[in-house]
């Protein structure tokens, strides 16, 4: 009887869960890095890859690419207005060079050479404001997300060519204005430039993205606020997210879960947290072995396979970062951070108490608050592990696929000192100011690497239908 129980409140959740999502979503999502003839962006691939996967986990239909040329945008394009028509959310995202020219925006294609204004206007860059209105213009709710105020690179040559007259040829995007049940937003603010963040990690900007507008219960206009404080604050002040709204009510990406099994009797909800428990406690495993059997493929499939199989899998970063790895080809930058390092690295939670045990003294923590700002995760260094560098631990750890707590245990500390750090000289002085040098870029993190092997056929499919075979069977057998 307690198993029918249970197997009825499950039902019962997956139902409410199917109802909260029954709007129909569409985005667009897009990272060009790759462009022929300006200078490259390693990021902006990684970036749509892991929204993509962000945007899917709450119910998106998402057109998806990455190093698109003006033909493949456009083709993708047209897709997107066709499955947006109607739709109750929309979304455009776009990492990648962006441009602006006589106060309007446009998106680059990587094969993009423009040389004068008449080759922005005449068709070789895509422009913003056409292609919002004709592709989500009757979506109930549009929310637009540009990564895109970098440097103009072709801003020299277009100048240059338009020695007749005068044009307005500035660097990041210019201000954009929303029409109702619209918000846009961008990763800096206008005619500035917003940074790209170290190689083989997200930007500040689409990591930010990430972490906050599907939070369960978080309406998308206080999830923007959070954006805005997360950029200001890892950046040091030096990027700020800049947006305009015209929403005219609440949005929710992901709506707060609902308690539509409360009739249920107390005494069933009670006797099925032992269960859940366990049964969470099985996943764990299954999850820890299935990204054994994976996390050294070349295949991108076996990937995905495991991304569909655990969308916030404690290994989703890896997985991702060793995606971008396989399709962008070998990068001589990118350095396998995970080589040797205890598997359980990935599984053991860090507290104040496995911290205490480490027992770092004052010239300890300020080596590790050194090596986390070599490593391109800037902090004070003071010796003191202040509410920065709890924040600033959280980032590291969730880079490299580590449970995020923001405090230490010993294989993370182990892990940390095996990283390879850029030069740096001592930052602090006897007082405890901060005294860095400039920022240095540091290495990806990438997937791969470890103490796992790879036997024939799929063990992660056959280890999880042994374990669900197992579970069902002993639930109807009592």
Not at 190 to 204: M, V
Not at 379 to 398: M, Y
Not at 450 to 472: I, K
Request: proline residues 4%; contains cysteine; aromatic residues 6%.
């Amino acid at each position: 009887m307690r198993a029918l129980t249970i197997l009825v409140s499950l039902m019962c959740m997956a139902l409410s869960v199917s109802a909260a999502k029954a709007d129909r979503r569409v985005a667009f999502v897009v990272g060009n890095g790759a462009y022929k003839n300006v200078a490259q962006l390693p990021n902006p691939p990684i970036d749509a890859k892991a929204m993509a996967s962000t945007l899917r986990n709450v119910g998106f239909e998402v057109i998806e690419g990455s190093n698109l040329t003006r033909d493949q945008m456009t083709e993708k394009l047209l897709d997107f207005g066709r499955k947006a028509q109607g739709s109750d959310v929309a979304v455009f995202y776009y990492a990648g060079h962006g441009i602006a020219v006589g106060g309007s925006n446009y998106l680059l294609p990587v094969d993009a050479d423009i040389k004068s204004e008449m080759d922005v206007k005449l068709g070789a860059a895509i422009n913003i404001d056409l292609t919002l209105d004709q592709t989500m213009g009757d979506a109930k709710v549009k929310l637009v997300f540009l990564d895109a105020c970098r440097d103009n690179p072709f801003a020299a040559k277009i100048k240059s060519n338009s020695a007749t007259r005068s044009v307005n040829v500035q660097s990041g995007l210019a201000e954009m204005k929303s029409g109702e049940g619209t918000l846009i937003a961008f990763a800096t603010g206008p005619g500035q430039t917003a940074l790209d963040g170290q190689e083989g990690n997200n930007s500040p900007f689409t990591r930010a993205l990430i972490d906050n507008i599907t939070k369960p219960g978080v309406e998308i206009q206080q999830a923007m606020t959070s954006v805005r404080a997360q950029v200001n604050e890892e950046t040091h002040k030096g990027q700020l997210p800049w947006g305009h709204t015209n929403l005219i009510g609440a949005v929710y990406l992901n709506q707060a879960p609902t308690t539509q099994v409360a009739n249920a009797a107390p005494t069933a909800a009670a006797s099925s947290s032992a269960p859940a428990a366990a049964a969470a406690s099985s996943s764990d495993g299954v999850e820890l072995e299935y990204w054994r059997s994976v996390k050294e493929t070349n295949k991108p499939e076996e990937l995905n396979a495991y991304l569909s199989s655990y969308p916030n899998g404690q290994f989703k970063a890896l997985a991702l970062a060793r995606l971008a790895a396989i399709q962008n080809g070998p990068s001589t930058t990118t350095r396998n951070l995970n080589a040797g390092v205890d598997p359980a690295t990935f599984t053991d939670d860090a507290s104040q108490l496995s911290e205490d045990q480490i027992g770092l003294d004052k010239v300890q923590r300020r080596d590790v608050q050194r090596r986390l700002n070599g490593l391109g995760f800037d902090t004070k260094v003071t010796g003191a592990f202040t509410d920065e560098t709890r924040s600033v631990l959280k980032r590291w750890q969730a880079a490299r696929g580590y449970p995020s707590t923001g405090y230490l245990n010993k294989l993370q500390h182990k892990a940390l000192l095996s990283e390879i750090v850029a030069s740096t000289s001592p930052s602090a002085s006897d007082d405890g100011s901060d005294k860095r040098a400039p920022r240095r870029a540091a290495a990806p993190s990438s997937g791969g690497g470890g103490g796992g092997h790879r036997s024939g056929g799929d063990p992660g499919a056959a280890f999880m239908g042994g374990v669900v075979g197992g579970m069902m069977g002993g639930m109807f057998r009592r």
